[in-house]
């Protein structure tokens, strides 16, 4: 074999110095190809320098040869000049031929890459996308290097930038045909793809590579390795940046959220995502529920509800604004609460996050934050006191109808003094003879007994009134009874039990301390 390649003529005289030779190991680390590479050019050699050269086995075959100095200095019958004979007429290979040598240099890209096979070979299939597609690209020299295949870059002309009425950007044309055929490239070699065109990264200004990118991206398997998902990370960060260069023009508010979902697998860094976030929160107004409902991904939940927080924020934020679109934002929002509720891993601070996020005025009613409240409670029973209260703050209980105020109060899941708030709020839609803070029958004012506040009418009703005034008020005189007449037996229960503590330990108590109903 060292007849045929300098590199082991090198290494064997060497070896020969060396004292007891016949104990040397001759290590050839990190061969092209592996054990296949080795034995392939084990048998070029074997064969007196001959070896028949495809397609499929060019590739490897150049690597070795460059790997080993297989070159016309070591023999004139050499390696590295019959596989450049045979690479000559890469330009002249079908577009089958092409994608199948490039898919041959995964295994090795590095020294394929160093040797300057790959930009060979993309050379030679930007040729043949151009020839048979609307592609148009234009030679850029290079003074960088002198090998006639290696002197011309290639980069998009002027007009294959998106047109007003150019393809969708989630679909492809038939003139897109290569989307498909270069779905089977590794990463690796689709970045270098897009780098010999210049437009990596910040560079891209091609809707069509744009809709390429997230097309490939879309083919790619969503559970990978972190390792494996930052090999997609650069291809994500352009697919992106396209994405925000063209904006709304070319994306709806749903083709966002789909763009987000696709590239949040990819490891797509932070800057890019701040783009598209903010791109996306400009329009939130215009999401439907189903596009908010985005996978939790690696928080805790089942959806990612941090996001959805900043999109608001974003929105609010924005320097045009206008009070019908934030109210269709507020509808959209409480819908959206009621949604997630259920999520057994959505905890009281971030429920709040999500309904305090907008401001007072995006909301004329706030029966839907009350709906989404009761979802929440229903979902989570084993809530105490206090985190029941926590969770109505949201409430802007002046902004609840008539209905829901008496559906909260009727509600075993609200804690008791909501009720009595929500109630209460009610006394201004109702006329100035109807229920008033007034004096209780044991001549307390405002309060009963046991220290409650009460509604109730004192001075009768006027002649006048409807008879959906009189329901109204009588409603309101019984929901707000039944609350006292609750709280008082419990009350009577506390004492019950103090009683019974004391006499099985013969220690007078106070009070009961055990788990009693939520009105005590």
Same mark, same amino acid.
């Given at each position: ?260 979902? @696709?590239? &949040?697998?990819?490891? #797509? *860094?932070?800057?890019? =995502?701040?783009? %598209?976030? +903010? ?97 929440? @409670?229903? &979902?989570?029973?084993? #809530? *105490?006191?206090?985190? =029941?209260?926590? %969770?109505? +703050? ?127």
């Amino acid at each position: 074999m060292s007849a045929f390649s300098g590199r082991l003529k090198k290494i064997i005289r060497k070896q020969k110095r060396k004292p007891q030779i016949e104990d040397s190991i001759i290590e050839l680390n990190d061969f092209p190809g592996g054990p296949d590479g080795f034995e392939q050019v084990s048998r070029f050699c074997y064969s007196h320098g001959r070896v028949e050269i495809t397609v499929s086995n060019v590739s490897l075959l150049y690597c070795c040869a460059f790997f080993l100095g297989m070159t016309e200095k070591a023999s004139t019958n050499n390696l590295l000049k019959q596989t450049e004979n045979f690479l000559e007429g890469m330009f002249y290979w079908s577009w089958n031929d092409i994608i199948m040598s490039l898919r041959s240099c995964e295994p090795f890209f590095s020294y394929a890459d160093s040797y300057g096979l790959i930009q060979k070979l993309i050379f030679a299939l930007l040729a043949k996308i151009a020839q048979n597609s609307d592609m148009n690209f234009m030679a850029s020299s290079s003074s960088s290097s002198s090998s006639p295949e290696t002197s011309f870059g290639f980069r998009f002309s002027s007009t294959s930038k998106a047109s007003p009425g150019s393809t969708s950007p989630c679909t492809k044309s038939g003139k897109d045909w290569w989307f498909d055929e270069l779905t089977s490239l590794s990463p690796k070699i689709v970045e270098k793809i897009i780098k010999n065109l210049g437009a990596y990264g910040s560079q891209n200004n091609s809707f069509t590579l744009t809709r390429f990118l997230l097309h490939y991206l879309k083919t790619r398997p969503q559970g990978s390795s972190p390792s494996s998902k930052s090999e997609y990370s650069g291809l994500a960060d352009t697919a992106v940046h396209g994405v925000i260069l063209v904006g709304k023009t070319r994306f709806s508010c749903r083709k966002l959220f789909w763009v987000l979902r @696709l590239v &949040s697998g990819f490891s #797509l *860094s932070k800057d890019y =995502r701040a783009g %598209l976030e +903010r791109l996306i929160g400009e329009d939130l107004d215009e999401a439907t529920v189903d596009d908010l409902l985005v996978s939790g991904h690696n928080n805790k939940g089942v959806y990612d509800v941090n996001l959805v927080i900043r999109l608001i924020r974003v929105f609010v934020n924005g320097e045009e604004m206008n009070s019908q679109k934030m109210k269709k934002l507020g509808r959209l929002i409480d819908k959206y609460l009621r949604e997630i509720s259920p999520d057994q891993n959505l905890n009281i601070s971030k429920f709040l996050a999500v309904a305090e996020s907008l401001p007072d005025s995006a909301r004329d009613c706030f029966d839907g934050v009350y709906r989404a409240i009761d979802f929440y @409670l229903q &979902s989570h029973p084993t #809530l *105490s006191f206090e985190d =029941r209260s926590k %969770l109505c +703050r949201c409430l802007n209980y002046e902004k609840l109808s008539f209905e829901a105020s008496k559906e909260l109060a009727k509600n075993p899941r609200i804690p008791p003094n909501i009720s009595v708030q929500a109630l209460i709020s009610q006394q201004s839609k109702v006329p100035q003879n109807g229920i008033l803070y007034q004096t209780t029958p044991n001549g307390s004012h405002g309060k009963n007994s046991y220290g409650h506040m009460v509604l109730f009418n004192d001075n009768g009703m006027d002649s006048s009134s409807s008879e959906g005034t009189e329901n109204m008020k009588f409603n309101l005189q019984k929901m707000q009874w039944r609350v006292v007449e609750l709280e008082k037996a419990c009350k009577e229960m506390k004492g019950q039990m103090s009683k019974l503590v004391s006499h099985n330990t013969g220690i007078s108590t106070p009070f009961y301390n055990g788990t009693l109903p939520r009105f005590c």
